[in-house]
């Protein structure tokens, strides 16, 4: 069973930035994939970035050129610019693995002034 912790949530000012991190409990293989994910107050749950095998990147229109999504080892990254209070949610980390998907508890985002 995969452990995951996320950390670097926090309250920002809109415009500011914040780098999000997850660390995993035993070692990521390359064919793994990992992604983030965001669910606001009375929102569904959505894809925010991911990233698979070979690196690949995949972002939500309403983050690209603003997230960017990075991993190495055992941790993976999401870098937030210029953020907005539409940014506002828990963001979650998420690794899928053949059939398993498994997630971390979140951690809180607020873009507030």
């Known amino acids: 069973q995969v452990q995951l912790v996320e950390s670097g949530g926090g309250l920002v000012q809109p415009g500011g930035s914040l780098r999000l991190s997850c660390a995993a409990s035993?070692?990521?293989?390359?064919?793994?994939?990992m992604a983030w994910h965001r669910q606001a107050p009375g929102k569904q749950r959505e894809l925010v970035a991911d990233?698979?095998?070979?690196?690949r990147t995949n972002y939500a229109d309403s983050v690209k050129g603003r997230f960017t999504i990075s991993r190495d080892k055992n941790t993976l990254s999401l870098q937030m610019n210029s953020l907005k209070p539409e940014d506002t949610a828990v963001y979650y980390c998420?690794?899928?693995?053949?059939?398993?998907?498994?997630w971390g508890q979140g951690t809180q985002v607020t873009v507030s002034s």
């Open positions: 998420n690794l899928h693995r053949g059939f398993r998907n498994y």
């Open positions: 035993e070692r990521i293989f390359s064919i793994d994939s």
């Open positions: 990233i698979g095998s070979g690196g």
